[in-house]
Nanobody
Framework: QVQLVESGGGLVQPGESLRLSCAASGYTFSAYAMNWNRQAPGKEREFVAV????????TYADSVKGRFTISRDNAKDTAYLQMDNLRPEDTAVYYC?????????WGQGTQVTVSS
């Protein structure tokens, strides 16, 4: 069964960095794209970044472009989201998501809080 487990969230000050991890199991990780999404309090869940399965092409939301970097290590079945120059508006629960066999799978989320 497909499982995604996020880790690496925490409380940081504006301008600092965090790296989130998404450990995957139960499917062929290297064969599928991986997305990061986030949901801030009182707001809808929104797209953050995606990395393809083959070639590792990436796409970012405009709000994080130039500050966040998505990557993957297919040998470790893990995807990452490096977040630099964090801002208070990046505060949210961050989720990884993949679509396998036509179904979307989500992790449980990890909280990121950016505050001075």
């Amino acid at each position: 069964q497909v499982q995604l487990v996020e880790s690496g969230g925490g409380l940081v000050q504006p301008g600092e960095s965090l790296r989130l991890s998404c450990a995957a199991s139960g499917y062929t990780f290297s064969a599928y794209a991986m997305n990061w999404n986030r949901q801030a309090p009182g707001k809808e869940r929104e797209f953050v970044a995606v990395i393809t399965s083959v070639g590792g092409a990436t796409t970012y939301a405009d709000s994080v472009k130039g500050r966040f970097t998505i990557s993957r290590d297919n040998a470790k079945d893990t995807a990452y989201l490096q977040m630099d120059n964090l801002r208070p508006e990046d505060t949210a629960v961050y989720y990884c998501r993949t679509n396998v066999w036509g179904r979307a799978y989500w992790g449980q989320g990890t909280q990121v809080t950016v505050s001075s």
